[in-house]
């Protein structure tokens, strides 16, 4: 071993690394939409870290350290990544780290070759869509069989990842892979899911030592992987909490007998509210997942799972299967206990219909092309592995599951808890008694081996931690149960013989049905009324939907997470209209993984966007937009077709089309908006007639988010006057004309530098002193930004005209350059903004300013924080002074756009606003910033 040691450190001197990248694609995304979005269009990939010798030297001491790859060995390496397409390459920057649990599984030396499993993050684009990704040895997931039962699973309608080998030449060594998405927010946005809680078993306790401690196994609880999105507010982690609650039960229960390998699902089933076809779902998922031969992908510590808020079911994931077709077990470990539990669950009904599905996905020609050309499995092994499959469900049908099992066993708390200390001494289990929402402070019981402390006090993000689990503790904690409710109620209403059914808020004025007239009618007392369509038929119906003027208690989201005033989903429409006013939401309508016909939209006075279509597939004759302050309309994620689009005073975009959408559209007319069309991120438009009048830009394609592409628009005939730009365009999107009349009536004031104002100045001038550009000086009202995309500044624009604010400003006001704080860190995705106390400043000027603090704020439901600091010669000022410069500007801010539309959350210390600058300036220098 130690000959092989020495032969890699020689290999470090004589290894170097030679690659020619071009700026990033040899092709224009644009030209090959739905083949960028298609992960069986990737041939190969490369990888190669930045730092070869250290990367090389890393994955040797995880080799021969100990059976088990230590955490320490996982550190990111920054690296280059070229994707091949058979159209083409493209250049990416990433961060690799090692993958995997065991050495001998992720990480070989054969002749004279070393390879790994990869952990992958795409820093600056996507591979198909995805930017988070591992590279397996094929070994380690049993290679092809992976692959197949994978595709099976997600062609059947469970939650699987897309999976496909590839070739790789990864740091010099070429040799095959397992490519496989990563289980985060793009994998349920490929699913048709909204965001939601991410769950998974925690193996942390089996891994203390140098090898697996299976005793510890026994006792290992789940967590959530996606804290952040917990953190965003309070539904978000009232969800997250619910669902780690129901799911810690179920892995406590498993702690029973001999069934440390599972969790409970029964246990699943008492702690939330399911329904026939959910339970239907679990167990034909359970039962093809076993007839797949991926048991090894139900072992609780393996084990993934989304938490569905709408309908409060967590869905299972399949994740680290690698069926192999030695393993003659049906159920898991083939004990009897195991095999009396599943009795106790499944019946022969579920068998029946999950084998009838297999069986006609093998009969669906455009499978087997699929799996056979697509993902280039071989064909003997491919009808090994089915012939395998087909002999395990014979296997099941021998099963008589009406049978009571044997053995039942009873497993509470009080027996996990005595099972939990006799195993691990230094454990603790965490009770959640109470949030305050305020103060950012969890109530909590405490309980270890000993006793249990009561009521203890911790902020909020040692909670987050907790949910999370991957923290170094003095002691293991756990977080089992609590006793927080739901922060809304909700109730449930039927219309028209239960085709209708609807959710809203227990204090909400009831819809009404009148079944002669055949309208369902809405009325919105507040911003925090909200209702729900789920699971319906409308048919040849009206519905009116009424909001309000009445801004002082808004909610952008209700208890399901969603973002309407009026959220149809999972419906099925034909010949109904709608009609709505006033809402006060982020969006007033928004329809989300529904198909059909509409007649007519008429949506009048948005508080924000208009109307939103996720994930949707729907024919539209008519829709109709006066006034909305953000979007008018968003389609996302779907399939539209549409005869009239007629929209008028937007915000900013009339047409928004992005995330992997295709829109036709016959006749298309646009007024007085920022943007009249913009089309983004793996989108397609095709429109006959267009005609736009009283814009900034007429016409918008660009690339928006990491995990999409271009934008694509295609149109006949265009009519597009008074505005400032006919086309703003990206290099990775297309627009195509067959015809275009333009005129240009106005122009937009701008102020050219000679440098960009964003990228050519540092954040901070010095240890104690940040820079800052002044976009609007104080006594003034008109109001000037710098441009992203030419770092010039520019007037800004709202519906068409200059925008002006209500009220003069009264300090100066501006930007921190080179920082950009995404979204899922707290920000918006936009330099900072900042607050400039001292005197009357020039439009442009670029000057130093001390720190005082931030002020933490939302803007239409938006983060929108502004640090607060002065000119670097200013006066001192004491405490007063400061404390009467903070309450002004919060003031001022409530007040500038019109009661309640900003909303004061808390002021900042300094330490808190230069953290907040210094992991700006980090993203900004990592990812840049995202220019549109």
């Given amino acids: 071993m130690l000959l092989k040691f020495y032969f890699f450190i020689s290999l470090l001197f004589f290894y ?67 994707v091949n397409y058979p159209f083409g390459h493209c250049n990416l920057d990433a961060e690799i780290r090692l993958h995997g649990d065991w050495v001998d599984t992720h990480i070989s030396w054969d002749n004279q070759k070393l390879r790994t499993s990869l952990d992958i993050e795409i820093l600056n684009s996507n591979i198909t869509g995805i930017t988070q990704f591992k590279l397996f040895l094929p070994e380690a997931r049993n290679s092809y069989n992976e692959v197949i039962s994978s595709e099976i699973l997600r062609k059947l309608g469970f939650l699987s990842p897309r999976t496909k080998i590839i070739d790789s030449k990864i740091n010099g060594f070429s040799y095959e892979v397992i490519f496989q998405e990563k289980i985060v927010k793009e994998f349920l946005e490929n699913n048709d899911l909204r965001e939601g809680s991410i769950l998974e078993g925690d193996e942390s306790l089996m891994f203390l030592g140098s090898n697996a401690e299976n005793n510890l196994n026994q006792i290992s609880l789940s967590r959530i992987i996606n804290s952040n999105w917990a953190k965003k507010n309070e539904t978000n982690l009232i969800s997250s909490i619910k669902a780690l609650e129901a799911l810690q039960e179920a892995y406590i229960s498993k702690s029973r007998a001999d069934l440390n390998v599972y969790i409970d699902w029964k246990k699943i089933f008492e702690n939330l509210p399911i329904s ?77 219909e999950i084998k009838n599905d297999f069986f006609r996905l093998l009969d669906s020609d455009d499978f087997n092309i699929n799996i056979l050309e697509d993902h280039k499995v071989p064909k003997n092994i491919y009808y090994e592995y089915i012939e395998y499959v087909k002999e395990r469900f014979k296997r099941f049908e021998k099963i008589d599951f009406d049978i009571e099992p044997q053995e039942k066993i009873n497993f509470s708390i009080k ?64 977080f089992v149960k609590s006793n927080i409710n739901g922060l809304f109620e909700f109730k449930k209403i039927n219309f028209d013989d239960d085709k209708i059914k ?36 409308l048919e040849n119906i009206d519905i009116h939907f009424h909001g309000s003027s009445n801004l002082s208690n808004k909610k952008s989201l209700n208890k399901f997470n969603q973002t309407g005033c009026l959220n149809i989903i999972d419906t099925k429409v034909e010949n109904i209209n709608i009609f709505s006013t006033k809402g006060i939401c982020e969006d007033s309508v928004n329809f989300i993984r529904s198909n059909g016909y509409i007649n007519k939209i008429y949506i009048k006075e948005a508080y924000s966007d208009a109307i939103d279509f996720d994930f949707s597939e729907i024919k539209l004759d008519q829709l109709i937009i006066d006034r ?115 005129n240009i009536d106005f122009g937009i004031t701008e102020k050219i530098n000679n440098k960009n104002l964003i990228e050519d100045t540092k954040s901070f001038a010095s240890k104690n002193y940040i820079n800052v550009i002044v976009e609007i000086p104080k006594g003034t009202n008109e109001k000037w930004e710098v441009d992203k995309i030419t770092g010039s500044l520019m007037q800004d624009y709202e519906m068409g005209e200059p925008r002006y ?51 933490k704020m939302t803007d239409t439901g938006e983060n929108d924080d502004k640090i607060v600091a002065v000119t670097k010669n200013y006066k001192d000022l004491t405490k007063k002074d400061i404390d009467n410069i903070f309450n002004e500007s919060k003031t001022f801010f409530e007040n500038y756009k019109g009661n309640y539309r900003v909303e004061f959350l808390k002021f900042l210390s300094r330490d808190e606003a230069l953290n907040i600058i210094s992991t700006s300036n980090k993203q900004y220098n990592k990812f840049g910033i995202r220019k549109r």
């Fill in 502 to 537: 609807v959710l809203y808020n227990v204090e909400s004025t009831a819809p009404y049905f009148d079944e002669e007239k055949k309208e369902l009618i809405f009325k919105q007392k507040d911003g925090k009324e909200q209702f729900i369509i789920i699971n319906s038929n």
């Fill in 628 to 742: 909305a302050n953000n979007d008018c309309s968003d389609f996302s994620g779907g399939e539209y077709k549409i005869s009239l689009l007629n929209l008028s005073y937007c915000g900013d975009k009339a047409l928004s089309i992005g995330e992997f959408s295709k829109v036709k559209i016959d006749k298309f007319i646009a007024s007085s908006s920022n943007i009249g069309i913009a089309v983004k991120d793996s989108s397609i438009l095709d429109a006959n007639n267009v005609e736009i009048k009283t814009v900034k830009y007429c016409l918008s394609a660009y690339n928006k988010k990491n995990e999409f592409n271009g934008g694509l628009i295609n149109i006949g005939s265009v009519n597009c006057k008074d505005f400032y730009k006919f086309k703003d365009i990206d290099q990775f999107s297309k627009i195509i004309i067959t015809n275009n009349n333009k």
């Fill in 805 to 855: 604010t209500s009220l003069n400003y009264p300090f100066n006001y501006g930007i921190i350059p080179r920082t950009s704080l995404p979204i899922k860190l707290g920000g918006d995705g936009d330099p900072l903004d900042v607050i400039i106390i001292g005197e009357n400043l020039q439009r442009g000027q670029i000057l130093e300013a001390k720190v005082l603090g931030a002020i």
């Fill in 16 to 82: 170097s690394l030679n690659i020619k990248a071009d700026d990033y694609c040899n092709f224009l995304s644009s030209d090959y939409v739905d083949e960028m979005m298609d992960y069986t269009e990737i041939e190969s990939i490369e990888v190669n870290a930045n730092n070869q010798k250290v990367w090389v030297m890393n994955a040797i001491r995880a080799l021969y350290e100990q059976n088990n790859i230590q955490n320490e060995r996982k550190r990111k390496f920054k690296s280059k990544i070229i």
């Fill in 276 to 352: 026939e076809d959910y339970e239907k779902y679990i167990k034909k998922n359970e039962i093809l997942v076993m007839a797949l031969g991926g048991t090894h992908s139900m072992y609780a510590s393996n084990r993934k799972f989304y938490y569905d808020q709408l309908n409060e079911t967590l869905h299972p994931i399949y994740y680290d299967s690698g069926p192999d077709l030695n393993d003659t077990c049906l159920f898991l470990n083939c004990s009897g206990v195991a095999e009396n539990f599943y009795r106790d669950i499944l019946d022969n009904s579920s068998v029946s």
């Fill in 415 to 478: 027996d996990y808890q005595s099972k939990a200390f006799n195993l691990k001494k230094d454990l603790s289990l965490l009770y959640l008694n109470d949030i305050d929402w305020i103060n950012k402070i969890v109530s909590f019981d405490l309980c270890d081996l000993n006793n249990c402390k009561y009521n203890q006090l911790k902020s909020i993000d040692f909670f987050y931690d907790i949910l999370k689990r991957d923290i170094l503790l003095e002691k293991d904690i756990f």
